[in-house]
């Protein structure tokens, strides 16, 4: 009997991303994206933004509620956060760019709790799937250093064995590319976090050796 693959194991965006495209043309693309099932309850596709030659790319989890509203990154409360640790490590936000591990918002309704969409972190299938749309970003925009925010984003760019508790703080090099890949904790553990001083001075100063790597 021939063996159906399970749609599951298909989930990849690759077919969606077009060969020799610019930026604008794969954001495009990006728009279209059917690569896993997280676009189908999301409203729509969140790619990267910001400066296309900027020398700090910025990747966090997945867009929050907000950004999936709005359709950008990082407009929510905790990419205000972001905005002024990098302007308080010497990173220019306008200068970064700035994008996701995944594109699409993963969330649950709880019946208890309304219509409130509460954020689910993005398996590995997903996060696999969705890689090649942050390839062609890092391929494009060319930045000099790679800016993990948390786990997530670790893992999708270092592998499941990314732990950020050891490795935040250091420059890492990244694949061949000749950047340097620097890891940190994602700006939305400050917003949760009981000492929110504390971890938030840990998040601005490795901020900062991403800074002093740039020169
Ligand atoms: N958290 C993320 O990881 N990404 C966003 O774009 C917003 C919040
Ligand atoms: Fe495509 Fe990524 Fe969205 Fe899945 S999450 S549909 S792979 S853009």
């Given at each position: 009997m021939a063996h159906t693959k399970a749609p599951e194991d298909a989930y990849d965006a690759r077919p969606f991303v077009p060969a020799g495209a610019d930026l604008d043309e794969v954001r495009a693309a990006a728009a279209g994206c059917?690569?896993?099932?997280?676009?189908?309850?999301?409203?729509q596709t969140v790619f990267g933004a910001g400066n296309?030659?900027?020398?700090v790319m910025l990747v966090g989890e997945q867009p929050g509620d907000q950004e999936d509203r709005q359709?950008?990154?990082?407009?929510?409360p905790a990419g205000k956060l972001l905005d002024r640790a990098l302007d308080e490590a010497g990173?220019?936000?306008?200068?970064t760019y700035t994008t996701n591990a995944v594109k699409h918002f993963k969330f649950e309704t709880v019946p208890e709790r309304g219509k409130r969409r509460i954020h689910k972190s993005p398996g590995l299938r997903e996060m696999t799937a969705c890689k090649p749309w942050l390839d062609a970003e890092m391929r494009l925009v060319d930045p000099e250093v790679i800016v993990v925010l948390g786990a997530t984003a670790g893992k999708a760019l270092?592998?499941?064995?990314?732990r950020v508790t050891k490795q935040r703080g250091m420059l890492l090099p990244y694949e061949d590319r000749g950047e340097s890949l620097l890891a940190t904790i994602h700006p939305s553990a400050v917003l949760r976090a009981d000492d929110r001083e504390a971890v938030y001075e840990g998040l601005v100063s490795d901020l900062r050796i991403a800074a002093r790597a740039l020169g």
């Open positions: 059917r690569g896993c099932p997280l676009h189908r309850d999301a409203t296309p030659h900027a020398r359709g950008a990154p990082f407009v929510g990173i220019d936000p306008d200068d270092l592998g499941s064995g990314f």
